[in-house]
């Protein structure tokens, strides 16, 4: 017979403020500008459960809490999966999760009874009082583990002794992986002894503000963001990095390395491309030198990670536009630029732009626009066939992306219907995500013209959310016209609102379709 005794267990957790550097992140997340309270509170337990979970279903779990034996759970689906391997038998109750949240406790080494007795708010530290029961017993197919729904008021993160988890997923408060080792951020910052028992400390900090945007065309704004580290010499290594938003928050991915003291100038998210500008010095030149050479480099989000597929110098320009093909057109449409441009047919990345062209341009019908990301330059045009008609050409050398929703001005709105290139009909239902400064009194004129430069329909998006702000925010308008006197192409604008009158302040989103 094995003797359990009881002994009581005390569970820290630390909720902090998160360093604010992207706001749309944090109220994608849940977050919120809460003050946290300055005096020792108790938290109140909502609901309280207790139970066993199998270990064969931890990957239920919110990713970065699977090895962990504290966390929490702020997503609906999250904790119905988890639920439903901890309590099979019983329906999920329904929880307030946008006013509350779910931490938990559970075994990692021993398997030991265990309860949440109270949550005590200080300062923004919250210390989880639980019981447990003490054993040698090991965890064999299932574990211990209590659940308690809690106000999240006031919760930014939680930390064990060993491990921090923020409630808030933010890009300043989530690892990154920096030459293979793992590098976790605490508003922003991290230090590390740069060895056991060193005076010397390794520093790594977010640089600057992170840019958003979609890297894996899932409708969710992602972050790109630059990362410096400094050992205790000289040096100053300048990395890049993303952040990724998934269902429970933001993810870091590997940094790759720009260089050594460079001076970034610029991070912008391009149509699911990562654009890092910055200068550098000449191979020749000595690190004492200020760097003075600007430089592009240019990055992806690709199985799991962000990868470099090179700079302004290796690769050529990138350009971003429209592709048409059809019966005597071949055209490339760059951004930016007011006239076609004919593809030529030796370009080394000819057949990759085709193939993707036909394969996305099938279901739309002959002379649907499609939006690339491509490496290329520009030509003098052919002096013979169909491309001699057009001012000039293109040369097409490698095929970056095919964003599905890419489109000229991705950095400031983006639209989830309609599709480049769609049918339309009268009435036209218009939604997508801009930034606030597109919209002014919470709305943004939009226009539709037909193939002889007529205006046949005028309306506004309106923001679905409070618009004075520099992140996205949804819209959605609905736009009747006139239809032409023969159906085709045509052209819907999406206006930036300018107040001012002044034509300097005026920007527009075209999205080619088609009138039915």
């Keep these: 017979m094995i003797m359990i005794s009881l002994k009581r267990l005390f569970f820290t957790a630390v909720l902090f403020m998160a360093f604010e550097i992207a706001p749309t992140a944090i109220a994608e997340n849940g977050g919120n500008g809460d003050n946290v309270p300055s005096a020792a509170a108790t938290v109140p337990i909502l609901k309280h459960w207790i139970g066993e979970y199998p270990v064969a279903r931890l990957d239920q779990l919110p990713e970065a809490q699977r090895d962990t034996p504290i966390g929490f759970i702020n997503d609906p689906d999250i904790f119905r999966a988890v639920w439903q391997a901890f309590k099979p038998k019983d329906e999920p109750p329904k929880l307030d999760f946008d006013h509350n949240m779910v931490i938990f406790i559970r075994n990692v080494r021993f398997f030991n009874r265990t309860r949440i ?145 460079i001076r970034v100038d610029s991070v912008s998210i391009r149509n699911g491309v990562i654009v890092v500008e910055y200068r550098d010095r000449r191979s020749d030149e000595p690190m004492a030198v200020k760097p003075s050479v600007p430089r592009s480099t240019y990055f992806i989000f690709q199985n799991g990670k962000i990868q470099n597929i090179g700079t302004s110098e290796e690769q050529g320009q990138l350009f971003e536009g429209w592709v048409t093909v059809g019966h005597e057109v071949r055209a490339f449409h760059p951004c930016g630029q007011t006239e076609d441009l004919w593809i030529t047919g030796d370009s080394i990345g000819y057949n990759d732009l085709m193939e993707a062209y036909r394969s996305l341009a099938a279901d739309r019908g002959p002379y649907a626009p499609v939006f690339v990301v491509i490496y290329g330059r520009q030509i003098e045009a052919p002096m013979d066939g169909f491309g001699a008609d057009y001012p000039g050409g293109f040369f097409a050398s490698r095929l970056v992306r095919v964003p599905p929703k890419g489109n000229c001005k991705a950095g400031m709105i983006l639209v989830d219907s309609p599709a480049p290139g769609s049918k339309i009909v009268s009435p036209l239902t218009v939604s997508g995500k801009a930034r606030g400064t597109w919209f002014f009194e919470g709305d943004f004129p939009m226009v539709i013209i037909d193939a002889s430069g007529s205006v046949i329909g005028q309306s506004y998006c309106t923001a679905q959310s409070p618009w004075m702000t520099t992140e996205f925010v949804a819209f959605e308008g609905k736009i009747t016209f006139k239809r032409p006197a023969s159906s085709g192409k045509a052209m819907l604008l999406l206006k930036k609102d300018n107040p001012t009158g002044k034509p300097e302040y005026d920007d527009a989103l075209e999205i080619p379709v088609f009138i039915r």
Excluded at 117 to 138: H, N, Q
Excluded at 162 to 167: A, G, N, Q, W
């Design 117 to 261: 007795l109270k949550v005590v708010l200080t300062d923004g530290i919250a210390d989880i009082v639980a019981m447990e029961t003490r054993s040698a017993l090991p965890i064999e197919d299932k574990m211990a583990m209590a659940l308690a729904e809690i106000p999240k008021k006031g919760v930014r993160a939680v930390r064990t002794k060993k491990h921090l988890i923020p409630v808030r997923l933010d890009p300043s408060n989530i690892s990154y992986r920096i030459d293979g080792k793992e590098v976790d951020l605490i508003n922003g910052r991290s230090e590390k002894e740069a060895a056991p028992g060193s005076v010397s400390k390794i520093t790594t900090a977010v640089l600057g503000n992170p840019t958003v945007g979609d890297l894996n065309d899932d409708g969710r704004l992602d972050a790109a963001l630059i990362l410096f580290q400094n050992s205790g010499g000289t040096g100053t290594f300048i990395y890049a990095a993303a952040a990724i938003n998934r269902n429970d928050g933001y993810h870091g991915t590997n940094a790759e390395f720009l260089g050594d003291r």
